[in-house]
């Protein structure tokens, strides 16, 4: 299917209009219908060449960090820039293990110091302090939600059901978000995308979106530019707030 190229200016100054208006979101309350969109891991570099689009409609993004040790200055600038521009700045493990996998040979002492911890130090020591996690993979165990939810306030996992309004986040106990993938890989009809929304609004609730890098045909897991901006433009249409996870989170 190809995603709409020539609607941008039809609709763009009645988004101005919106983007102008005085917000005032209370976090864990959503007082209008809206999208979240996330992206995963440590891409900042293909992130940060698309921020223009994303401040061209208003859209504040959550990304979540694995592998921050990894990051080098000029990515650790980018990721400062991102943040100075109202997109949250999340946490997604240090080294991105299969969590659930971990405590199999591991206590949960070990696995919070390694892999929560010590990213979380190295990102505190840089001006870096997330709120909310995302599981690496979305493994996860009941005792890990337990003790996770010691240091964030919300965790969000993977929607792998059938079930695609099981990421539809309502106003209240958003402490448990399922994001949809919406990477190429996940060979989800762009239709049913759509109807996300369009239930987000008749919900007054948000739909929680998961990607990785955007426009990068090359890997698997990458979400194409004209997909991204026919959800957003449809989010406008419909009149959506874009959220950030903690906004949404309590």
């Not at 997604?92 to 010590?118: D, G, P, R």
């Amino acid at each position: 299917m190809k995603f709409p190229q020539n609607c941008l200016l039809v609709i763009v100054l009645p988004f101005l209009y919106l983007s102008c208006m005085k917000s005032n979101v209370k976090d864990g309350c959503i007082q209008k219908p809206g999208v979240a969109f996330t992206f995963d891991d440590n891409y900042i570099d293909n992130w940060y060449q698309y921020l223009p689009l994303l401040d061209s409609f208003g859209v504040k993004a959550t990304f979540y960090i694995s592998g921050y040790k990894r990051l080098n200055s000029s990515q650790k600038q980018k990721l400062k820039e991102i943040g100075r521009r109202g997109h949250e700045i999340a946490f997604h493990s240090t080294n991105h293990y299969n969590l659930k996998q971990y405590l199999n040979n591991a206590s949960m002492e070990q696995l919070v110091e390694k892999e929560i911890k010590e990213g979380l130090q190295k990102m505190n020591a840089d001006g870096f302090y997330p709120r909310t996690f995302a599981y690496p993979y979305g493994q996860h165990t009941a005792a890990l939600d337990v003790e996770l939810l010691k240091y964030f306030k919300s965790l969000r996992l993977l929607n792998g059901t059938n079930n695609l309004g099981k990421s539809v986040a309502t106003d209240y106990n958003n402490r448990m978000l399922y994001g949809l993938g919406i990477d190429e890989s996940s060979k989800r009809p762009f239709e049913s995308l759509l109807q996300l929304i369009s239930e987000a609004k008749e919900k007054n609730a948000c739909v929680v979106f998961l990607a990785h890098r955007i426009e990068k045909k090359e890997m698997r897991m990458h979400l194409p530019l004209s997909k991204l901006r026919a959800l957003i433009l449809e989010a406008v249409a419909q009149r959506l707030r874009f959220y950030t996870i903690s906004e949404i989170s309590n």
